[in-house]
Protein backbone atom coordinates (compact mmCIF):
# COMPACT_ATOMS: atom_id res chain seq x y z
CA UNK A 1 0.00 0.00 0.00
CA UNK A 2 0.81 3.52 -0.93
CA UNK A 3 -1.47 5.61 1.64
CA UNK A 4 -1.01 2.79 5.13
CA UNK A 5 0.71 5.39 7.24
CA UNK A 6 -2.37 8.06 6.40
CA UNK A 7 -5.00 8.70 9.19
CA UNK A 8 -7.71 8.11 9.60
CA UNK A 9 -6.43 4.39 8.57
CA UNK A 10 -9.38 2.87 8.02
CA UNK A 11 -10.92 5.51 5.32
CA UNK A 12 -7.07 5.50 3.72
CA UNK A 13 -7.57 1.94 3.66
CA UNK A 14 -10.92 1.78 1.99
CA UNK A 15 -9.96 4.52 -0.64
CA UNK A 16 -6.92 2.25 -2.10
CA UNK A 17 -7.94 -0.71 -1.77
CA UNK A 18 -11.58 -0.42 -3.19
CA UNK A 19 -11.50 2.49 -5.36
CA UNK A 20 -7.94 3.33 -6.38
CA UNK A 21 -7.46 0.14 -6.98
CA UNK A 22 -10.41 -1.22 -9.40
CA UNK A 23 -11.34 0.65 -12.81
CA UNK A 24 -14.46 3.25 -12.32
CA UNK A 25 -14.60 5.11 -15.52
CA UNK A 26 -17.81 6.68 -15.86
CA UNK A 27 -20.60 4.31 -17.79
CA UNK A 28 -18.10 1.36 -16.89
CA UNK A 29 -18.49 0.88 -13.33
CA UNK A 30 -19.04 -2.80 -13.13
CA UNK A 31 -15.98 -3.65 -11.62
CA UNK A 32 -16.61 -0.64 -9.06
CA UNK A 33 -19.92 -2.23 -8.23
CA UNK A 34 -18.92 -5.82 -7.92
CA UNK A 35 -15.39 -4.64 -5.33
CA UNK A 36 -18.28 -2.64 -3.44
CA UNK A 37 -20.62 -5.98 -2.99
CA UNK A 38 -17.64 -7.87 -1.92
CA UNK A 39 -16.19 -5.16 0.71
CA UNK A 40 -19.80 -5.21 2.23
CA UNK A 41 -19.70 -9.41 2.53
CA UNK A 42 -16.19 -9.37 3.82
CA UNK A 43 -16.84 -7.00 6.09
CA UNK A 44 -20.05 -8.42 7.74
CA UNK A 45 -18.36 -11.86 8.13
CA UNK A 46 -14.90 -10.39 9.32
CA UNK A 47 -16.89 -7.82 11.55
CA UNK A 48 -19.76 -9.74 12.38
CA UNK A 49 -22.24 -6.75 11.11
CA UNK A 50 -25.19 -6.77 10.14
CA UNK A 51 -24.60 -5.04 6.79
CA UNK A 52 -27.15 -5.35 3.40
CA UNK A 53 -26.66 -4.22 0.03
CA UNK A 54 -29.62 -3.56 -2.28
CA UNK A 55 -28.90 -2.57 -6.20
CA UNK A 56 -31.74 -0.78 -8.55
CA UNK A 57 -31.35 -1.56 -12.33
CA UNK A 58 -29.37 1.72 -13.03
CA UNK A 59 -27.09 0.09 -10.74
CA UNK A 60 -26.80 2.10 -7.77
CA UNK A 61 -26.15 0.33 -4.96
CA UNK A 62 -27.35 1.33 -1.33
CA UNK A 63 -25.99 0.10 1.72
CA UNK A 64 -27.64 0.00 5.01
CA UNK A 65 -26.55 -0.90 8.20
CA UNK A 66 -29.18 -1.07 11.38
CA UNK A 67 -28.19 1.22 14.74
CA UNK A 68 -25.71 0.55 17.44
CA UNK A 69 -26.94 0.09 20.90
CA UNK A 70 -28.35 2.88 22.66
CA UNK A 71 -28.95 4.49 19.37
CA UNK A 72 -32.42 2.76 18.27
CA UNK A 73 -34.49 6.17 18.44
CA UNK A 74 -32.04 8.13 16.09
CA UNK A 75 -33.24 9.05 12.69
CA UNK A 76 -31.83 7.20 9.98
CA UNK A 77 -29.41 8.95 7.71
CA UNK A 78 -28.38 9.02 4.14
CA UNK A 79 -24.98 9.82 2.96
CA UNK A 80 -24.52 9.88 -0.33
CA UNK A 81 -21.60 9.90 -3.24
CA UNK A 82 -20.86 8.62 -6.76
CA UNK A 83 -18.66 5.45 -7.67
CA UNK A 84 -17.53 6.68 -11.50
CA UNK A 85 -14.48 9.24 -11.47
CA UNK A 86 -13.40 11.12 -14.83
CA UNK A 87 -10.45 9.47 -16.45
CA UNK A 88 -7.74 11.86 -17.98
CA UNK A 89 -3.88 11.69 -18.13
CA UNK A 90 -1.10 13.55 -19.53
CA UNK A 91 0.82 10.43 -19.84
CA UNK A 92 2.66 10.29 -22.87
CA UNK A 93 1.07 6.98 -24.49
CA UNK A 94 -2.30 7.33 -22.48
CA UNK A 95 -2.94 5.16 -19.55
CA UNK A 96 -5.18 1.91 -19.25
CA UNK A 97 -8.10 3.28 -17.05
CA UNK A 98 -9.87 0.11 -17.69
CA UNK A 99 -7.77 -2.39 -16.72
CA UNK A 100 -4.74 -0.49 -14.62
CA UNK A 101 -5.46 0.96 -10.73
CA UNK A 102 -4.66 4.56 -10.56
CA UNK A 103 -0.85 5.36 -9.47
CA UNK A 104 -1.30 7.35 -6.43
CA UNK A 105 1.79 8.58 -4.37
CA UNK A 106 1.73 11.09 -1.81
CA UNK A 107 3.37 14.57 -2.49
CA UNK A 108 7.16 14.99 -1.26
CA UNK A 109 5.69 17.60 0.83
CA UNK A 110 3.22 15.42 2.83
CA UNK A 111 0.18 17.82 2.21
CA UNK A 112 -1.63 15.95 -0.55
CA UNK A 113 -2.98 12.32 -2.11
CA UNK A 114 -2.29 13.06 -5.98
CA UNK A 115 -2.01 10.49 -8.73
CA UNK A 116 1.17 10.43 -11.21
CA UNK A 117 -0.07 11.48 -14.80
CA UNK A 118 -3.71 10.94 -14.36
CA UNK A 119 -6.66 12.16 -12.67
CA UNK A 120 -6.83 10.58 -8.92
CA UNK A 121 -10.72 9.74 -8.36
CA UNK A 122 -10.62 11.71 -5.04
CA UNK A 123 -14.20 12.98 -6.49
CA UNK A 124 -15.85 11.06 -5.58
CA UNK A 125 -14.26 8.00 -4.38
CA UNK A 126 -12.91 9.98 -0.94
CA UNK A 127 -16.68 10.74 0.00
CA UNK A 128 -17.96 7.31 -0.24
CA UNK A 129 -14.53 6.12 1.34
CA UNK A 130 -15.44 8.13 4.25
CA UNK A 131 -19.04 7.18 4.41
CA UNK A 132 -17.93 3.54 4.16
CA UNK A 133 -15.03 3.71 6.83
CA UNK A 134 -17.86 5.06 9.20
CA UNK A 135 -19.82 1.74 8.53
CA UNK A 136 -17.44 -0.51 10.05
CA UNK A 137 -15.88 1.75 12.99
CA UNK A 138 -16.21 -0.11 16.08
CA UNK A 139 -15.52 3.43 17.79
CA UNK A 140 -18.28 5.28 16.02
CA UNK A 141 -21.92 5.00 17.74
CA UNK A 142 -24.96 5.92 14.93
CA UNK A 143 -28.91 5.77 14.33
CA UNK A 144 -29.38 3.84 11.18
CA UNK A 145 -27.00 4.25 8.28
CA UNK A 146 -27.91 4.39 4.25
CA UNK A 147 -24.97 4.97 1.59
CA UNK A 148 -26.20 5.89 -1.45
CA UNK A 149 -23.52 4.96 -4.44
CA UNK A 150 -24.70 6.53 -7.32
CA UNK A 151 -23.16 5.08 -11.08
CA UNK A 152 -22.63 7.94 -13.86
CA UNK A 153 -22.66 10.90 -12.01
CA UNK A 154 -19.74 12.59 -14.17
CA UNK A 155 -21.53 12.19 -17.76
CA UNK A 156 -25.04 13.51 -16.79
CA UNK A 157 -26.12 12.66 -13.42
CA UNK A 158 -27.25 8.85 -14.59
CA UNK A 159 -27.06 6.92 -11.83
CA UNK A 160 -29.47 10.23 -9.97
CA UNK A 161 -31.92 10.54 -12.43
CA UNK A 162 -32.75 6.49 -12.71
CA UNK A 163 -32.47 5.79 -8.90
CA UNK A 164 -35.26 3.70 -8.03
CA UNK A 165 -35.94 4.85 -3.95
CA UNK A 166 -38.46 1.49 -3.58
CA UNK A 167 -36.25 -1.01 -5.06
CA UNK A 168 -33.62 0.06 -3.08
CA UNK A 169 -35.79 0.18 -0.11
CA UNK A 170 -34.21 3.82 0.89
CA UNK A 171 -35.99 5.37 3.77
CA UNK A 172 -33.85 8.79 5.14
CA UNK A 173 -34.66 11.96 5.34
CA UNK A 174 -31.45 13.51 5.81
CA UNK A 175 -28.59 13.19 3.40
CA UNK A 176 -25.58 14.37 3.73
CA UNK A 177 -23.57 14.72 0.18
CA UNK A 178 -19.99 13.84 0.23
CA UNK A 179 -19.21 15.21 -3.19
CA UNK A 180 -17.79 19.06 -2.10
CA UNK A 181 -14.29 19.76 -2.43
CA UNK A 182 -13.67 22.40 0.30
CA UNK A 183 -13.18 22.25 3.86
CA UNK A 184 -14.51 24.70 6.57
CA UNK A 185 -17.71 25.26 3.83
CA UNK A 186 -21.17 23.59 3.76
CA UNK A 187 -22.87 23.40 0.39
CA UNK A 188 -26.57 23.93 0.34
CA UNK A 189 -27.45 24.27 -3.29
CA UNK A 190 -25.95 24.30 -6.83
CA UNK A 191 -26.21 24.67 -10.48
CA UNK A 192 -28.33 22.61 -13.51
CA UNK A 193 -27.80 22.15 -16.85
CA UNK A 194 -28.33 20.41 -19.88
CA UNK A 195 -26.37 19.38 -22.90
CA UNK A 196 -26.58 20.37 -26.80
CA UNK A 197 -25.34 18.81 -29.43
CA UNK A 198 -24.62 20.58 -33.06
CA UNK A 199 -23.99 17.65 -35.85
CA UNK A 200 -23.04 18.41 -39.35
CA UNK A 201 -22.56 15.22 -42.28
CA UNK A 202 -19.80 15.79 -44.16
CA UNK A 203 -19.23 15.38 -47.85
CA UNK A 204 -15.58 14.72 -48.24
CA UNK A 205 -13.51 15.95 -51.62
CA UNK A 206 -10.20 15.69 -52.89
CA UNK A 207 -7.98 18.83 -53.21
CA UNK A 208 -8.79 20.68 -56.25
CA UNK A 209 -5.02 22.20 -56.60
CA UNK A 210 -1.56 22.54 -55.15
CA UNK A 211 -2.15 22.92 -51.23
CA UNK A 212 -0.01 22.87 -48.08
CA UNK A 213 -1.32 20.69 -45.24
CA UNK A 214 -0.39 21.65 -41.69
CA UNK A 215 -1.23 20.03 -38.18
CA UNK A 216 -1.74 22.62 -35.25
CA UNK A 217 -1.83 21.58 -31.75
CA UNK A 218 -2.58 23.53 -28.93
CA UNK A 219 -2.08 21.40 -25.23
CA UNK A 220 -0.87 21.54 -21.77
CA UNK A 221 -3.52 23.75 -20.44
CA UNK A 222 -4.45 23.31 -16.90
CA UNK A 223 -8.45 22.56 -17.85
CA UNK A 224 -10.40 21.52 -15.16
CA UNK A 225 -13.86 21.09 -13.67
CA UNK A 226 -16.43 23.12 -15.79
CA UNK A 227 -18.33 23.99 -12.91
CA UNK A 228 -16.15 24.51 -10.13
CA UNK A 229 -13.33 26.04 -12.68
CA UNK A 230 -15.32 28.10 -15.47
CA UNK A 231 -14.97 31.72 -13.75
CA UNK A 232 -10.52 31.38 -13.48
CA UNK A 233 -8.68 33.05 -16.42
CA UNK A 234 -7.84 29.42 -17.71
CA UNK A 235 -7.70 28.84 -21.89
CA UNK A 236 -9.94 26.61 -23.73
CA UNK A 237 -8.11 24.74 -26.27
CA UNK A 238 -10.80 24.59 -28.40
CA UNK A 239 -11.46 28.35 -28.83
CA UNK A 240 -7.46 28.88 -28.84
CA UNK A 241 -7.49 27.00 -32.20
CA UNK A 242 -10.61 28.71 -33.33
CA UNK A 243 -8.70 31.73 -33.10
CA UNK A 244 -6.38 30.54 -34.93
CA UNK A 245 -8.22 29.28 -37.69
CA UNK A 246 -10.68 32.45 -37.47
CA UNK A 247 -7.64 34.75 -38.53
CA UNK A 248 -6.82 32.07 -41.22
CA UNK A 249 -10.14 32.28 -42.31
CA UNK A 250 -10.15 35.79 -42.73
CA UNK A 251 -7.46 36.20 -44.62
CA UNK A 252 -7.64 32.66 -46.86
CA UNK A 253 -9.34 29.57 -48.24
CA UNK A 254 -9.11 26.86 -45.93
CA UNK A 255 -9.92 23.40 -46.36
CA UNK A 256 -10.56 21.30 -43.08
CA UNK A 257 -9.19 17.58 -42.82
CA UNK A 258 -9.95 16.79 -38.87
CA UNK A 259 -10.59 18.56 -35.81
CA UNK A 260 -10.22 16.85 -32.60
CA UNK A 261 -10.21 17.94 -28.79
CA UNK A 262 -11.83 17.81 -25.45
CA UNK A 263 -12.91 14.29 -23.59
CA UNK A 264 -15.23 15.10 -21.33
CA UNK A 265 -18.46 17.47 -21.24
CA UNK A 266 -17.93 18.68 -17.59
CA UNK A 267 -14.04 18.73 -18.16
CA UNK A 268 -12.76 22.42 -19.61
CA UNK A 269 -10.62 20.99 -22.75
CA UNK A 270 -6.83 21.34 -22.61
CA UNK A 271 -5.84 19.61 -25.81
CA UNK A 272 -7.03 20.41 -29.28
CA UNK A 273 -5.84 19.22 -32.58
CA UNK A 274 -6.85 20.65 -36.30
CA UNK A 275 -5.33 19.62 -39.90
CA UNK A 276 -6.36 21.80 -42.33
CA UNK A 277 -4.81 23.22 -46.23
CA UNK A 278 -4.40 25.70 -47.48
CA UNK A 279 -3.29 26.93 -51.16
CA UNK A 280 0.01 26.39 -51.68
CA UNK A 281 0.98 29.78 -52.81
CA UNK A 282 -0.91 31.48 -49.52
CA UNK A 283 1.12 28.74 -47.20
CA UNK A 284 3.88 31.22 -46.44
CA UNK A 285 1.57 33.79 -45.52
CA UNK A 286 -0.47 31.23 -43.11
CA UNK A 287 2.88 30.33 -41.86
CA UNK A 288 3.49 34.40 -40.68
CA UNK A 289 -0.52 33.90 -39.42
CA UNK A 290 0.05 31.18 -37.17
CA UNK A 291 3.59 32.85 -35.83
CA UNK A 292 1.41 36.32 -34.96
CA UNK A 293 -1.46 34.04 -33.71
CA UNK A 294 0.63 31.96 -31.64
CA UNK A 295 2.57 34.70 -30.04
CA UNK A 296 -0.06 36.82 -29.46
CA UNK A 297 -1.94 33.95 -27.45
CA UNK A 298 1.45 32.95 -25.75
CA UNK A 299 2.30 36.68 -24.66
CA UNK A 300 -1.36 36.58 -22.81
CA UNK A 301 -1.39 33.33 -20.81
CA UNK A 302 2.18 32.55 -20.63
CA UNK A 303 3.36 35.84 -20.02
CA UNK A 304 7.45 35.58 -18.84
CA UNK A 305 7.03 38.56 -16.43
CA UNK A 306 4.62 36.56 -14.35
CA UNK A 307 6.27 33.78 -13.66
CA UNK A 308 4.47 30.87 -12.21
CA UNK A 309 1.89 32.92 -12.12
CA UNK A 310 1.44 32.83 -15.54
CA UNK A 311 -2.31 32.25 -16.66
CA UNK A 312 -1.10 28.96 -18.46
CA UNK A 313 2.45 28.16 -17.58
CA UNK A 314 2.38 25.18 -19.43
CA UNK A 315 0.64 26.09 -22.44
CA UNK A 316 2.12 25.13 -26.31
CA UNK A 317 1.35 25.79 -29.61
CA UNK A 318 2.61 23.87 -32.36
CA UNK A 319 2.26 22.42 -35.98
CA UNK A 320 4.28 21.04 -38.59
CA UNK A 321 2.90 19.97 -42.53
CA UNK A 322 1.20 16.76 -43.03
CA UNK A 323 -0.05 14.34 -45.70
CA UNK A 324 -2.74 15.95 -48.26
CA UNK A 325 -5.82 13.97 -48.11
CA UNK A 326 -9.67 14.04 -48.65
CA UNK A 327 -11.07 17.17 -47.13
CA UNK A 328 -14.48 18.89 -45.88
CA UNK A 329 -15.01 21.56 -48.16
CA UNK A 330 -14.46 25.38 -48.21
CA UNK A 331 -17.71 26.59 -47.54
CA UNK A 332 -18.35 23.75 -44.05
CA UNK A 333 -14.89 24.41 -42.99
CA UNK A 334 -16.10 27.95 -42.82
CA UNK A 335 -19.22 26.95 -40.95
CA UNK A 336 -17.64 24.88 -38.57
CA UNK A 337 -14.72 27.27 -37.93
CA UNK A 338 -17.00 30.13 -37.41
CA UNK A 339 -19.21 28.23 -35.10
CA UNK A 340 -16.94 27.15 -33.00
CA UNK A 341 -15.27 30.46 -32.68
CA UNK A 342 -18.91 32.41 -31.62
CA UNK A 343 -19.92 29.81 -29.61
CA UNK A 344 -19.45 31.60 -25.71
CA UNK A 345 -17.10 29.71 -22.95
CA UNK A 346 -16.89 30.57 -19.62
CA UNK A 347 -19.06 33.08 -17.11
CA UNK A 348 -22.21 34.27 -19.12
CA UNK A 349 -23.80 35.87 -16.28
CA UNK A 350 -22.76 36.12 -12.72
CA UNK A 351 -25.88 36.16 -9.82
CA UNK A 352 -27.06 39.33 -8.55
CA UNK A 353 -27.96 37.86 -6.02
CA UNK A 354 -24.67 35.80 -4.40
CA UNK A 355 -21.36 37.76 -5.03
CA UNK A 356 -18.84 36.33 -7.13
CA UNK A 357 -21.28 33.03 -8.11
CA UNK A 358 -21.49 32.29 -11.50
CA UNK A 359 -25.41 31.80 -12.87
CA UNK A 360 -24.98 30.73 -16.30
CA UNK A 361 -22.10 29.44 -18.21
CA UNK A 362 -21.18 26.78 -21.28
CA UNK A 363 -18.55 24.66 -21.86
CA UNK A 364 -16.96 24.35 -25.35
CA UNK A 365 -16.50 21.19 -24.28
CA UNK A 366 -15.70 18.36 -27.03
CA UNK A 367 -15.27 18.60 -31.11
CA UNK A 368 -15.03 15.06 -32.72
CA UNK A 369 -14.16 14.54 -36.12
CA UNK A 370 -15.48 11.14 -37.93
CA UNK A 371 -15.16 10.30 -41.57
CA UNK A 372 -18.64 12.03 -42.68
CA UNK A 373 -19.28 13.44 -39.79
CA UNK A 374 -18.16 16.60 -37.40
CA UNK A 375 -20.01 17.27 -33.58
CA UNK A 376 -19.79 19.79 -31.41
CA UNK A 377 -20.75 19.19 -27.74
CA UNK A 378 -21.67 21.52 -25.35
CA UNK A 379 -22.00 21.95 -21.81
CA UNK A 380 -24.15 25.49 -20.72
CA UNK A 381 -25.27 25.14 -16.62
CA UNK A 382 -27.41 27.45 -14.82
CA UNK A 383 -28.79 28.54 -11.16
CA UNK A 384 -32.19 29.22 -12.11
CA UNK A 385 -34.43 27.16 -14.45
CA UNK A 386 -35.21 30.47 -16.72
CA UNK A 387 -32.25 31.77 -17.27
CA UNK A 388 -30.45 28.63 -18.17
CA UNK A 389 -33.39 27.28 -20.27
CA UNK A 390 -32.68 30.81 -22.66
CA UNK A 391 -28.60 29.92 -22.94
CA UNK A 392 -29.85 26.94 -24.46
CA UNK A 393 -32.18 28.34 -26.14
CA UNK A 394 -29.55 30.76 -27.85
CA UNK A 395 -26.88 28.30 -28.21
CA UNK A 396 -29.44 26.30 -30.65
CA UNK A 397 -29.90 29.21 -32.69
CA UNK A 398 -26.59 29.92 -33.21
CA UNK A 399 -25.95 26.31 -34.26
CA UNK A 400 -28.81 26.07 -36.15
CA UNK A 401 -27.46 29.48 -37.91
CA UNK A 402 -24.50 27.59 -39.22
CA UNK A 403 -26.78 24.89 -40.53
CA UNK A 404 -25.98 22.26 -37.86
CA UNK A 405 -28.89 19.65 -36.50
CA UNK A 406 -28.72 20.58 -32.72
CA UNK A 407 -29.80 18.24 -30.46
CA UNK A 408 -31.21 19.43 -26.79
CA UNK A 409 -30.58 16.56 -24.05
CA UNK A 410 -32.57 16.79 -21.30
CA UNK A 411 -32.13 19.17 -18.47
CA UNK A 412 -31.46 18.13 -14.52
CA UNK A 413 -32.76 20.27 -12.02
CA UNK A 414 -30.91 22.77 -9.66
CA UNK A 415 -30.91 22.30 -6.48
CA UNK A 416 -32.64 25.46 -4.29
CA UNK A 417 -31.01 26.23 -0.94
CA UNK A 418 -32.50 26.88 2.16
CA UNK A 419 -30.46 28.60 4.41
CA UNK A 420 -32.72 28.14 7.57
CA UNK A 421 -33.54 24.23 7.66
CA UNK A 422 -32.86 22.47 10.69
CA UNK A 423 -30.98 19.76 9.28
CA UNK A 424 -28.06 22.04 8.13
CA UNK A 425 -28.10 24.56 11.36
CA UNK A 426 -27.28 21.07 13.02
CA UNK A 427 -25.03 19.98 10.96
CA UNK A 428 -23.58 23.54 11.06
CA UNK A 429 -22.84 23.39 14.83
CA UNK A 430 -21.04 19.90 14.65
CA UNK A 431 -18.99 21.07 11.67
CA UNK A 432 -17.74 24.36 13.84
CA UNK A 433 -17.34 22.69 16.99
CA UNK A 434 -15.01 20.08 15.50
CA UNK A 435 -13.28 22.89 13.27
CA UNK A 436 -12.70 25.65 16.15
CA UNK A 437 -13.88 28.25 13.73
CA UNK A 438 -17.16 29.30 11.92
CA UNK A 439 -18.14 27.67 8.19
CA UNK A 440 -19.17 29.50 5.52
CA UNK A 441 -22.76 28.21 3.62
CA UNK A 442 -22.68 28.85 0.47
CA UNK A 443 -23.88 27.70 -3.53
CA UNK A 444 -22.26 27.01 -6.06
CA UNK A 445 -21.82 26.50 -9.85
CA UNK A 446 -21.26 22.77 -10.15
CA UNK A 447 -23.77 20.09 -10.44
CA UNK A 448 -24.26 17.84 -7.80
CA UNK A 449 -27.11 15.37 -7.39
CA UNK A 450 -28.83 16.53 -4.55
CA UNK A 451 -31.70 18.15 -6.25
CA UNK A 452 -32.44 15.19 -8.67
CA UNK A 453 -32.57 12.92 -5.15
CA UNK A 454 -34.27 15.51 -3.39
CA UNK A 455 -37.15 15.44 -6.16
CA UNK A 456 -37.47 11.96 -5.16
CA UNK A 457 -37.92 11.73 -2.12
CA UNK A 458 -40.40 14.46 -0.49
CA UNK A 459 -39.28 16.35 1.81
CA UNK A 460 -35.83 15.24 2.54
CA UNK A 461 -33.23 17.70 3.83
CA UNK A 462 -29.91 17.73 2.11
CA UNK A 463 -26.18 19.34 2.80
CA UNK A 464 -23.66 18.78 1.23
CA UNK A 465 -19.86 18.76 2.43
CA UNK A 466 -15.93 17.24 1.43
CA UNK A 467 -12.18 17.75 2.03
CA UNK A 468 -9.91 19.75 0.03
CA UNK A 469 -9.70 18.55 -3.29
CA UNK A 470 -8.25 20.31 -6.25
CA UNK A 471 -8.18 20.72 -10.03
CA UNK A 472 -10.50 17.81 -10.47
CA UNK A 473 -11.56 16.04 -13.95
CA UNK A 474 -7.37 17.16 -14.28
CA UNK A 475 -4.34 14.74 -13.62
CA UNK A 476 -3.49 17.71 -11.33
CA UNK A 477 -6.13 16.74 -9.22
CA UNK A 478 -4.96 16.67 -5.59
CA UNK A 479 -6.13 15.99 -2.17
CA UNK A 480 -5.19 17.52 1.35
CA UNK A 481 -4.56 14.45 3.31
CA UNK A 482 -5.17 16.65 6.74
CA UNK A 483 -8.80 17.67 5.96
CA UNK A 484 -9.89 13.78 5.59
CA UNK A 485 -9.38 13.25 8.91
CA UNK A 486 -11.07 16.70 9.42
CA UNK A 487 -14.37 15.44 7.86
CA UNK A 488 -14.06 12.28 9.17
CA UNK A 489 -14.67 13.76 12.93
CA UNK A 490 -17.34 16.30 11.38
CA UNK A 491 -19.12 12.98 10.17
CA UNK A 492 -18.75 11.44 13.63
CA UNK A 493 -19.71 13.72 15.39
CA UNK A 494 -22.88 14.23 13.67
CA UNK A 495 -24.14 10.39 14.07
CA UNK A 496 -23.21 10.17 17.69
CA UNK A 497 -25.37 13.07 18.31
CA UNK A 498 -28.20 12.07 15.95
CA UNK A 499 -31.03 11.30 18.63
CA UNK A 500 -30.74 15.45 19.35
CA UNK A 501 -31.88 16.18 16.49
Known sequence: MVLETLEPKLVWEIFENVFIKTPRESKKEEKIRAKIKEWVLEQSVARELDITVNEDSTGNLLIKKPPTKGMESAQPILLQGHMDMVCETDREGGFDFENEPIPVRIQDNGEWVEADGTTLGGDNGIGLSLAMALLVDPKVAHGPIEILATVDE??????????????????????????????????????GGGDLLFEKTLARMEPGGPMTFFEITISGLFGGHSGVD????????????ARILSKLLAEMGVMLREWNGGSKPNAIPR?????????????????????????????????PASGPDALEPNLEIKWTNTDEGPCISVDDTAKIIRTVYSTPHGPVRFSPDVEGLVETSNNLAIINTTDDAITIHLSPRGSRDGELQALRRSLADLGRLGGWEVTMRPTYPGWAPD???????????????????????????????????????????????????????????????????????????????????
Do not use: W
Not at 230 to 241: D, Q, S, V
Open 271 to 303: DSVASFGVSADRAARAEDILVSERDSILAYYRN
Open 154 to 191: ETGLVGAFGLDIEALGLTSKLMINLDSEEIGSITIGSA
Open 419 to 501: PHGPFLQFVRKHYEKVLGRSVAVEAIHAGLECGIVGAKIPGIQIVSIGPGLMNAHTPDEKLRIADVGVLYDVLKSILEDIKSL
Open 230 to 241: IHLPRGNANRLL
